[in-house]
């Protein structure tokens, strides 16, 4: 019989590096392969010209509707038999103009309504709700 102390395995006190340097040689293939695909534009030399740039700003209509229900067409007072008839114009420009809509929260929905309809009537497409945002309390 043997009397003596048992031997313990110790601990490993080396680093394996074979896995390290694998997923090292993995991602440098990724990135020698990937690395030429970043290039999205094919060389191109483009004439030199002195034309300036276009603005491509959208022309604006704001519409505004007060709770009485008047409306005012860029600030100025229009009456509703007149309402389709700036907005015919306004569509006939060619520039597809953006109605902004300025409408008092105390006005009747049937208003806006009646507004909204008039504009799609006249070819405008773009309309967009003009709000305040809320006042921290």
């Known amino acids: 019989m043997r009397q003596g102390p048992v031997s313990q395995p110790q ?4 680093i394996n590096m ?6 090292m040689l993995v991602l440098l293939v990724i990135f020698i392969i990937t ?8 060389p191109v030399d483009l004439p030199q010209v002195s034309a300036s ?4 700003k959208p022309r604006v209509l704001r519409v505004a509707l ?4 008047a409306v005012q067409v860029d600030e100025q007072a229009v009456g509703w038999e007149e309402v389709p008839t700036v907005l015919r ?14 409408a008092d929260r105390r006005t009747a929905y049937e208003q806006v309504a009646r507004l909204i309809a008039a504009a799609q ?9 003009v709000t305040e945002p809320l006042a921290n309390p």
């Open 66 to 69: 007060d709770a009485g229900g």
């Open 18 to 23: 074979i896995p390290l340097v694998d997923v």
């Open 121 to 129: 009537d006249a070819g405008l497409a773009r309309i967009a709700f």
């Open 11 to 14: 601990p490993m006190a080396e």
């Open 89 to 102: 114009a306004a569509a006939a420009d060619g520039a597809d103009p953006e109605l902004q809509l300025y």
């Open 53 to 56: 740039a276009l603005e491509d």
């Open 35 to 42: 690395a030429p695909l970043m290039q999205q534009a094919a």
